[in-house]
């Protein structure tokens, strides 16, 4: 009865043996070395089932990380270059709103001075041009005004169109 049991083990086995003359000598020789033989099969068969899952994770993550989209901060400063978060603006305040721009890609194709800006209620009185602060970062300064534009807030879009996803943040002051 013993070996009937062993038989049917190595049955059930031989998928995860290498070679199925293995398991037969074994099941002749020893039950103990069919044991060990099919437990050392399911041990490699999982670690290569784990090393597999590992890689399609690190692929999936390196994909995904470079999928972001640019990124875009704003730093609004007082006329003595003193960085301000006022509550809330008035029509004729004038400000410095320091844009910083940083590319995700590392190789983008799109120039800097494509950047597009949308304004609502703030125009912009003097703007200085795109400086490489290094490690494709870049900031710009804008001199702005509020302007009355009819509504509670007034905003700064800034928009930056390619086929890696882009930017698109926007800046708002309350009124």
Same mark, same amino acid.
């Given at each position: 009865?013993?070996?009937?049991?062993?038989?049917? %083990?190595?049955?059930? &086995?031989?998928?995860? &043996?290498?070679?199925?003359?293995?398991?037969?000598?074994?099941?002749?020789?020893?039950?103990?070395? $069919?044991?060990?033989?099919? +437990?050392?099969?399911?041990?490699? =068969? @999982?670690?290569? +089932?784990?090393?597999?899952?590992?890689? @399609?994770?690190?692929?999936?993550?390196?994909?995904?990380?470079?999928?972001?989209?640019?990124?875009?901060?704003?730093?609004?400063?007082?006329?003595?270059?003193? /960085?301000? +978060?006022?509550?809330?603006?008035?029509?004729?305040?004038?400000? *410095?709103?320091?844009?910083?721009?940083?590319? @995700?890609?590392?190789? !983008?194709?799109? &120039? %800097?001075?494509? /950047?597009?800006?949308?304004?609502?209620?703030?125009? %912009?009185?003097? &703007?200085?041009?795109?400086?490489?602060?290094? =490690?494709?970062?870049? /900031?710009?300064?804008?001199?702005? +005004?509020?302007?009355? =534009? =009819?509504?509670? /807030?007034?905003?700064?879009? *800034?928009?930056?169109? !390619?086929?890696?996803?882009?930017?698109?943040?926007?800046?708002? $002051?309350?009124?």
């Amino acid at each position: 009865m013993f070996y009937v049991s062993i038989i049917l %083990v190595a049955f059930f &086995a031989i998928p995860f &043996a290498p070679k199925s003359k293995k398991i037969i000598f074994c099941v002749i020789s020893s039950p103990r070395k $069919l044991l060990i033989s099919i +437990k050392t099969n399911l041990i490699n =068969n @999982t670690l290569l +089932k784990m090393k597999k899952l590992f890689i @399609t994770l690190l692929i999936f993550c390196a994909t995904a990380v470079s999928a972001f989209a640019c990124s875009i901060t704003f730093e609004l400063q007082d006329s003595k270059g003193k /960085t301000v +978060k006022p509550s809330k603006v008035k029509v004729g305040e004038e400000y *410095v709103l320091v844009v910083q721009f940083e590319t @995700t890609h590392g190789n !983008c194709g799109i &120039a %800097v001075e494509n /950047t597009k800006f949308k304004l609502d209620g703030i125009k %912009v009185e003097k &703007a200085s041009d795109w400086v490489d602060i290094g =490690n494709e970062v870049y /900031t710009r300064k804008l001199k702005i +005004k509020i302007v009355d =534009n =009819n509504k509670d /807030t007034a905003s700064i879009v *800034v928009v930056r169109e !390619c086929g890696r996803g882009g930017a698109l943040e926007s800046f708002v $002051l309350k009124k």
